[in-house]
Every structure is written in C-alpha cells, then in structure tokens.
T-cell receptor, first 114, second 114 residues
Framework: ELKVEQNPLFLSMQEGKNYTIYCNYS?????LYWYRQDPGKSLESLFV?????AVKQEGRLMASLDTKARLSTLHITAAVHDLSATYFC??????????????FGTGTRLKVLA | DAGVIQSPRHEVTEMGQEVTLRCKPI?????LFWYRQTMMRGLELLIY????????DSGMPEDRFSAKMPNASFSTLKIQPSEPRDSAVYFC????????????FGPGTRLTVT
C-alpha cells in the first residue's frame, strides 16, 4: 500500500528556532511538491522538486529531495509567527503508475510561538 | 489570472438532496482535479480530467458521486443523494502539464450535509 508519511504531525516551536519536517514515501518517484495551508484556506504551492538532490529555498524555508531514500525534508530557519500553518508534501505518481496523481502526506501542523 | 474559481464556497443541505459543486480552472490548463479533504482521511483525489476527458476516477467513493467536464473552462462534481458522511471541503485544482508544473488549488467548497 502506498504511503506518504510526514513527521511530526504537530510541531510547536519558538520563534527564532530551527526545525525540519520529514516526508517519507513508499513508492518510486522523482517528483515531489510542498504546499502550505492556512486554517480554512486553500493550498498554496511552496516548492516543486523534480529530481534527486533537488534543493529549493524561499525565505526561511528550504526543501530537498532524496529519491533514493524516498525522503523529502522541509527545513525551517529562524521561525517566525507567520510561518504557522499546515504543511503538506505530495508525491507525484506519474513515473511509476503512468497516471498523473498526487498522493498527499498527512500534513504537519506548525505553530510558531512568539 | 483569477486562479481556480469554485462555487459555491459554502453549501448546507439536507440528507438526500442533490448537491452540485462547480469549478472553473485556470485558462490554458490541461488537467483538472477534484479533491476531498476531511480531518479523518486528509486530502483524497476523487477524479481527474485531461483535456476534458476523465482519466482516473478510482477515488470516487461510490455511485452517488459523478463528475463532468463539458468544456475546458467548466467542471461539476455532483452528489446524489447526499449523506452526512459527505460533509467535507471539496477542492478543485488545475495544472498546466503533468509532472512538470504544480497543481493550483481553488478556494474550496465547504459542504455540510445535515
């Protein structure tokens, strides 16, 4: 059974601290996406990772992809309150299944405390 | 561009009634997706279209659900008859191409079936 697991599921951290969210998946894929969702809102695309070793950075967030380990990370540097949201990774099954589907992770609910 | 447009934004209906959700994808996007989000099951892909043709409907929960895309700028998701367990947020998303560009999500329709 295909699984996309994120950990932690909940993360409460102080402003100014660093932390990493992990996304593990159980199938072959070289494409992974990170999204942000604010409470009651839609999903906003953060990063598109299209190959092994891909690294993308935007502000205090940096995402990476290791397709051999089937692992993606979202690293938060010097967290600020505005980063409080739920973060999802999504694995693209196009390569292995021939069908253009994302499987979303469980989500990580991040709360940054002032 | 206005982004993906969904209507209605909120829908409250009684069990047994028909519900129709609407979506207008971003102009020029070839792919359209319908997702459902609940606390218990997270984000689930229901169905997706490519060039107005349904490609994968394996996520459609049962025969009560149906989706159509009569043209490149409009899609509907219909539930008939609706049940309380259908209560969820339904998102429509569109994408320019498979495996290269991310999916862009609409604001969602919050459905409550009483």
């Amino acid at each position: 059974e295909l699984k996309v697991e994120q950990n932690p599921l909940f993360l409460s951290m102080q402003e100014g601290k660093n932390y990493t969210i992990y996304c593990n998946y159980s199938t072959t894929s070289d494409r992974l996406y990170w999204y942000r969702q604010d409470p009651g809102k839609s999903l906003e695309s953060l990063f598109v990772l299209l190959s092994n070793g891909a690294v993308k950075q935007e502000g205090r967030l940096m995402a990476s992809l290791d397709t051999k380990a089937r692992l993606s990370t979202l690293h938060i540097t010097a967290a600020v309150h505005d980063l409080s949201a739920t973060y999802f990774c999504a694995v693209d099954l196009s390569v292995t299944s021939g069908t253009y589907k994302y499987i979303f992770g469980t989500g990580t609910r991040l709360k940054v405390l002032a | 561009d206005a982004g993906v447009i969904q209507s209605p934004r909120h829908e409250v209906t009684e069990m047994g009634q028909e519900v129709t959700l609407r979506c207008k994808p971003i102009s020029g996007h070839d792919y359209l997706f319908w997702y459902r989000q609940t606390m218990m099951r997270g984000l689930e892909l229901l169905i997706y279209f490519n060039n107005n043709v349904p490609i994968d409907d394996s996520g459609m929960p049962e025969d009560r659900f149906s989706a159509k895309m009569p043209n490149a700028s409009f899609s509907t998701l219909k539930i008939q008859p609706s049940e309380p367990r259908d209560s969820a947020v339904y998102f429509c998303a569109s994408s320019l191409d498979r495996g290269v560009y991310e999916q862009y999500f609409g604001p969602g329709t919050r459905l409550t079936v009483t």
